[in-house]
C-alpha cells in the first residue's frame, strides 16, 4: 500500500511529510524545494493489543509509545512527489515526472495551503483563494486519466464489441500500470449511465466523464487543509468544504513537524495526534513562545491534524483493518511480544490473512484462534479490527 503526497509548490508537503516520517528532506521557501520523490514510513496508530493481556509489545517495524505501550504505529508508505502546477498533463513543470511517480499510488493526500499567501504557482500573493489550487490539481489528473483512455479508445472500444468482451478488462489493461484492476473499472461501470455493450457509441463527454469517475474511485484522495494557524484559512476552509466534497481534515504540519522533532530530542514529551505534550527541559523564550503557539492551535483543533489525516487515509478511504499474528501467549520464538501488525483491507477473510502470513500457512490452513475469545474461527472468518488470530496448520 502506498500514499502518494500532492498539492501544488510550497503548500507544505514535505513540512507533512517530514513531520509524518521524521525523515531528513528538503524544505525550502521556493517553488520545487522537492525534484525527485521522497519515500518513507508512515504509521498509523491504534491502540495496540498486548495492554488487554498485560504485556507491552516488540513491534518488528514500527513503534509503540505512552503508558505502558498503550499506542501502537503501525507502518506503511508514503511518498512526497514534487509540486504539481497547471499543465502538468501536457508536461508543464515536472507533470510528466509527476505523474509516473504517482502511478504506484493507492491513494492521496492533497496538502492545500488554506492560507491564501502563496499562488498556484507557490509565490507570494495576498487572499489568494485555495480552492483554485484544487481545481488545478483535480483537473491535471482527470486529464491524465482521460489521456490514457483515449490514447485507444476507438480501437479497443471496437475490438470489445466485435469480439464480443467485456470492456472492463479492455480498460483495466490500459490502466494497468496505473494499479487499476478490473474490479475498480466494474465498479465505476456499474454506476455508469453509459451501455457497457456498446461502447463505441459513447461520445466525447461520456468517456471523458468515465475517466474522471474511474480516477476517483482507483486513486481516492483525501484533503490536508493545512497552514490552518495562518489568519485567513478558517474562512478559506468553509469555503472548501461548501464547494468541494473530498473528505478533509484541518492541518498545521510545521507545529506537529516541532512537536515530533522536539520529542525526538527528549525537550518534551508528545503522543502523535494527542491533545497536548509535556515540557520535559527547560526551554529558552524562543520555544516556549512556539511551544504555546502550538498548544493553542491544539487546545481549538485537538490535535495538529497530521495523525488523523494519516488514520483517514488508511482506514477511511482506503478501508484497511490492523491484524495481529498472536500465539496463545502472544510471543515469538524469540521472545518478542506481538512483534508484527499487518493492514489488510476490510472484507479480507481468515484465510486471507493466512495467506498474507505465507503462502505455505495459507495453503495448509486448517482454522484460526481468536485470542480475544478463544474460540476457533473458520477460512470465511471477516477480520476485524484489531484482530489477533493464531493460525493452525496442518
Excluded at 114 to 137: F, H, V
Excluded at 299 to 320: A, M, P, W
Excluded at 367 to 372: E, G, L, V
Amino acid at each position: 500500500m502506498l500514499v502518494g503526497l500532492i498539492g501544488r509548490p510550497s503548500s507544505g508537503k514535505s513540512t507533512f511529510f517530514k513531520a509524518a516520517t521524521l525523515m531528513d528532506v528538503l524544505i525550502a521557501p521556493y517553488p520545487f524545494a522537492t525534484i525527485k520523490p521522497n519515500h518513507g514510513m508512515g504509521f498509523v496508530k491504534i491502540p495496540d493489543l498486548a495492554p488487554e493481556f498485560g504485556k507491552i509489545s516488540n513491534p518488528r517495524e514500527g513503534y509503540v509509545k505512552g503508558e505502558k505501550g498503550y499506542w501502537r504505529f503501525v507502518p506503511f508508505d508514503l511518498m512526497d512527489v514534487a509540486g504539481l502546477v497547471e499543465g502538468a498533463s501536457e508536461g508543464k513543470g515536472l507533470g510528466n515526472e509527476f505523474l509516473n511517480d504517482l502511478a504506484g499510488a493507492d491513494a492521496f493526500i492533497h496538502v492545500l495551503d488554506m492560507s491564501g499567501e502563496t499562488d498556484g504557482e507557490g509565490k507570494p500573493a495576498k487572499d489568494y483563494y485555495p480552492g483554485n489550487d484544487l481545481r488545478i490539481i483535480e483537473s491535471e489528473l482527470n486529464k491524465w486519466y482521460l489521456g490514457i483512455l483515449s490514447k485507444a479508445w476507438k480501437v479497443f472500444s471496437r475490438t470489445a464489441e466485435m469480439q464480443k468482451k467485456n470492456i472492463a478488462e479492455a480498460i483495466a489493461t490500459q490502466f494497468s500500470g496505473l494499479k487499476v484492476s478490473i474490479e475498480d473499472v466494474k465498479s465505476v461501470l456499474r454506476k455508469s449511465p453509459f451501455d457497457p455493450e456498446r461502447p463505441s457509441s459513447w461520445d466525447n463527454s461520456q468517456v471523458k466523464e468515465f475517466a474522471q469517475s474511474l480516477r476517483k474511485h482507483s486513486k481516492p484522495m483525501i484533503i490536508a487543509a493545512n497552514k490552518m494557524d495562518c489568519p485567513n484559512a478558517k474562512e478559506n476552509l468553509k469555503k472548501i468544504k461548501e464547494e468541494f466534497d473530498y473528505p478533509i481534515a484541518p492541518c498545521f504540519a510545521e507545529g506537529e513537524l516541532a512537536l515530533r522533532e522536539a520529542d525526538k530530542g527528549s525537550v518534551i514529551e508528545y503522543i502523535p495526534g494527542e491533545k497536548t505534550f509535556k515540557v520535559l527541559k527547560q526551554v529558552n523564550e524562543k520555544q516556549k513562545l512556539a511551544l504555546d503557539s502550538i498548544q493553542k492551535f491544539l487546545d481549538e483543533y485537538g490535535s495538529t491534524g497530521v495523525q488523523e489525516i494519516l488514520n483517514k487515509t488508511v482506514f477511511d478511504v482506503l478501508e484497511q483493518v490492523a491484524i495481529f499474528p498472536a500465539g496463545d501467549k502472544l510471543v515469538d520464538s524469540k521472545g518478542n511480544v506481538l512483534p508484527d501488525c499487518f493492514l489488510m483491507k476490510k472484507g479480507s477473510t481468515a484465510l486471507d490473512f493466512a495467506f498474507r502470513l505465507h503462502t505455505d500457512i495459507g495453503k495448509n490452513f486448517v482454522k484460526a484462534i481468536h485470542i480475544k475469545t478463544k474460540k476457533a474461527v473458520g477460512k470465511d472468518y471477516e477480520l476485524k479490527h484489531r484482530d489477533g488470530l493464531e493460525i493452525m496448520t496442518k
